[in-house]
């Protein structure tokens, strides 16, 4: 029976693993290696117990008792803390969905990769600030990556097994989010609720601003950078409000492959599940007839200047990309608890950026783990300040 684990169960990523997992059978079809959560322990401890798992972890210290309390009889052991979440993660199991958000994906999502298997990789956040330790892990460990962020399945599947030699460029879609359409001098009073809602996409909260802000999309053009080995001139980004065309993969024989499919991540995360093979998902079939149209529009650069910083980001490389991720993290952080404003993220990010620039060592790839939570480190306290 195929053993699989999922980091960040309890979430928008998570819940979809999941829901797939029970649709195929659930315990009876795979064995449930770890789930691992935060805050939510009823959720954790209702999923481990109805997926029989061996280990159910949360992030945190001090809900142990509770998550024991929950788990009382069940037989799944209870663990807490980030020692226990990357020993979790190391268990042996032949797929692994990592589906935390942010930079505290990282160490499990390594952990994972240690012990070999599939890395279904969904925290973009780990190839942003790490892609050359992940691309290492890859190389050492034998274990596979697929991608599980929407836009990067897309360019996976329409690649098929052409040769990246082949190819011209892709293009990688955004919806816009949720500011898409206001005038730009709205902006600036915009709320954090009004900022976690989207168009298209049900997602956790954190995504579902930085795609307000394109810092989500940024990020997606350094995951494809490293994920694909693309040059940043390869990689392009087109807003499409409807988020039915993914991605689009052009040839240098004029050819364009795009993806489509209905905004449900059931599919990206089914598919790297299945991979290699196709098997049927849950997902609904596509009525372009009733959809009637699809359009397009070139990003603006004064709306979303995210963009922009992901192309210095890229150009820069080294500790750029750490820097780069944490530093909007904690704007993020600091928009969602209202101490600066919507259109304060991108500069706060982009100054911190330049002042790290100047630190020894900037511009070579961390090496270890800790040296790209060092970075990290370095990059929110000077955000935060
Ligand atoms: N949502 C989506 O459709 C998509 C998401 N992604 C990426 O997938 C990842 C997950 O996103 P999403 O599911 O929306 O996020 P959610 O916020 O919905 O879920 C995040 C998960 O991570 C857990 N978590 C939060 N903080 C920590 C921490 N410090 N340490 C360990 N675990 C933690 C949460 O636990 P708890 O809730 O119990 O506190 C939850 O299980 C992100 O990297 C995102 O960019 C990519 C493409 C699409
Ligand atoms: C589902 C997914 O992959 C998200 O990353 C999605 O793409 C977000 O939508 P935006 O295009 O608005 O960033
Ligand atoms: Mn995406």
């Not at 994972?112 to 279904?120: N, P, S």
Request: contains cysteine; hydrophobic residues 50%.
């Amino acid at each position: 029976m195929r053993r699989i684990s999922i980091l960040g169960a309890t979430g928008s990523v998570g819940a979809n693993g999941v829901d797939l997992i029970r649709r195929a059978g659930g315990a009876s079809a795979y064995r449930v290696t770890a789930l691992t959560g935060g805050r939510n322990i009823a959720r954790l401890a209702e999923m481990a117990r109805e997926l029989r798992a061996e280990v159910a972890v949360t992030a945190h210290d001090e809900l142990l008792d509770e998550l024991r309390q929950a788990l009382a009889g069940s037989g799944v052991e209870a663990a807490a803390g980030s020692n226990a979440l990357a020993e979790a993660a190391a268990r042996p199991a032949d797929w692994t969905l990592s589906a935390i958000v942010g930079a505290a994906g990282l160490a499990p999502g390594l952990a994972a990769m240690a012990q070999g298997g599939v890395l279904a990789l969904a925290n973009k956040e780990s190839l942003v600030c790490a892609g050359a330790l992940l691309r290492g892990a890859r190389q050492a460990g034998g274990a596979t990556i697929l991608p599980v962020d929407s836009e990067h399945s897309a360019i996976f599947q329409a690649l098929g097994q052409d040769d990246l030699d082949s190819v011209k460029d892709v293009t990688i879609t955004a919806s816009g989010g949720a500011f898409r359409d206001w005038p730009l001098e709205r902006l600036a009073a915009a709320t954090v609720a009004e900022a976690s809602t989207h168009p298209n996409w049900a997602m956790g909260q954190r995504i579902t601003i930085d795609s307000a802000s394109m810092f989500n999309k940024a990020m997606e053009v350094i995951e494809a950078k490293e994920f694909f080995s693309l040059s940043s001139d390869r990689i392009k980004v087109l807003v499409h409000p409807e988020s039915i065309i993914h991605a689009m993969v052009t040839h240098h024989d004029g050819g364009t492959i795009a993806h489509l499919g209905a905004p449900d991540m059931r599919h990206a995360i089914g598919y790297a599940l299945n991979w290699p093979v196709r098997a049927p998902l849950p997902v609904a079939a596509l009525d372009l007839a009733a959809i009637g149209s699809l359009t397009f529009r070139a990003p603006d650069e004064r709306r979303w200047p995210a963009l922009r910083l992901a192309r210095e980001v890229m150009a820069a490389g080294g500790a750029a990309g750490a820097v780069f991720n944490a530093a909007k993290e904690q704007a993020l952080d600091d928009f969602i608890a209202s101490r600066i404003r919507f259109t304060d993220m991108a500069p706060r990010v982009e100054a911190v950026l330049s002042a790290l620039a100047a630190e020894p060592g900037f511009g070579r790839d961390p090496d270890s783990l800790d040296a790209v939570m060092d970075w990290d480190a370095l990059a929110r306290r000077k955000a935060a300040a």
